[in-house]
């Protein structure tokens, strides 16, 4: 079981909310998504992608992107 956890925000934002969470991957799910996928019934919308060097710039675009941005952590 993979389990994602997200701690307390280190600042609060002044007129915000800041919530903290917990995920708990399902094998099961992530197993019915990945046939989807390979099966052509679920499709990807990339954007772009950009490493993580440029992960600032890129979720801080100059022009309107259509799709997710995707960051690469590895070459």
Do not use: H, W, Y
């Not at 998504?33 to 440029?54: E, K, P, S, W, Y």
């Not at 100059?62 to 070459?75: F, Q, Y």
């Amino acid at each position: 079981m993979l389990v994602g956890v997200a701690g307390p925000a280190e600042a609060r934002p002044i007129d915000g909310l800041a919530v903290d969470f917990v995920v708990v991957s399902d094998r099961a799910q992530l197993g019915e998504i990945a046939r989807r996928v390979c099966d052509g019934r679920l499709r990807t919308n990339i954007g772009q992608v950009a490493t993580l060097d440029d992960a600032v710039a890129a979720f801080n675009p100059t022009e309107r992107i259509n799709g997710k941005t995707i960051i690469r952590v590895r070459p």
